[in-house]
């Protein structure tokens, strides 16, 4: 099953904040983030490992908890430069050490 | 940097050609693999592949080949296609490292009339 993601759209104006969260039924090992923009493919964010760290790059920050089996996306004082799908791909040992199961994506505009 | 390319960023076919998509990654990545993206359902995975002949079925197989003769190079097969079967396909392929970053080819977006 994918992972759940939330929510599906969020539109904001530029210097706004956004969280953005994925939610997993598996056991967890790692967190991928990655943002796909309008016609280009998804670019690698950042990687969330087993033991609950928060990452930061920039102003984009990301936390893991592996209890809950969520991880979250924080993205603070949005730019324009923001704006596109996001996606979380989860790693999971029940699926397959070389695996990430993608969710379906959250929409993000951000506006001037 | 990585680079994964990809044979076509448009292709427009008929009903029940065979198709032939065609991706290579220049980092010597073990893993390959290929996903077809459609609205609202994000990413999902047709087959990987982990070395040179060995393939894995992902969660949509059906009506879907793979082959990957050579390291660098993951094909992937409509046998028959059909409309249904429209949609983008991305290449992606990463190391074996436990950590399994993703890196992903620009698309080919496949219309089948």
């Known amino acids: 099953q994918q992972p759940v993601q939330s929510p599906q759209a969020v539109i904001l104006r530029e210097g706004e904040d956004a969280v953005i969260n994925c939610s997993s039924s598996k056991a967890l090992y790692s967190v991928h983030w990655y943002r796909q923009k309008h016609g280009e493919a998804p670019v690698f964010l950042m990687i969330l490992l087993k033991g609950g760290e928060q990452k930061g790059h920039e102003k984009i920050s990301a936390s893991f908890n592996e209890k809950k089996q969520q991880s979250s996306l924080y993205l603070t004082a949005s730019q324009l430069s923001y704006s596109g799908t996001y996606f979380c791909g989860t790693g999971s040992l029940v699926v397959s050490a070389r695996q990430l199961t993608f969710g379906s994506g959250t929409q993000l505009t951000v506006l001037p | 940097d990585v680079k994964v390319t990809q044979s076509s960023r448009y292709l427009v076919k008929r009903t029940g050609e065979k198709v032939f998509l065609e991706c290579v990654q220049d980092?010597?990545?073990?893993?390959m693999f290929w996903y077809r993206q459609d609205p609202g359902l994000g990413l999902r995975l047709i087959y990987f592949?982990?070395?040179?002949?060995?393939?894995e079925k992902g969660d949509i197989p059906e009506g879907y080949s793979v082959s990957r003769e050579k390291k660098e190079r993951f094909s992937l097969i409509l046998e028959s296609a059909s409309t249904n079967q429209t949609s983008m396909y991305l290449c992606?392929?990463?190391?074996?490292?436990?950590?399994?970053?993703?890196?992903f080819g620009p698309g080919t977006r496949l219309l089948v009339l």
């Open positions: 980092m010597d990545h073990e893993n």
């Open positions: 592949s982990y070395d040179v002949k060995m393939k």
């Open positions: 992606a392929s990463s190391l074996f490292t436990g950590q399994e970053t993703q890196y």
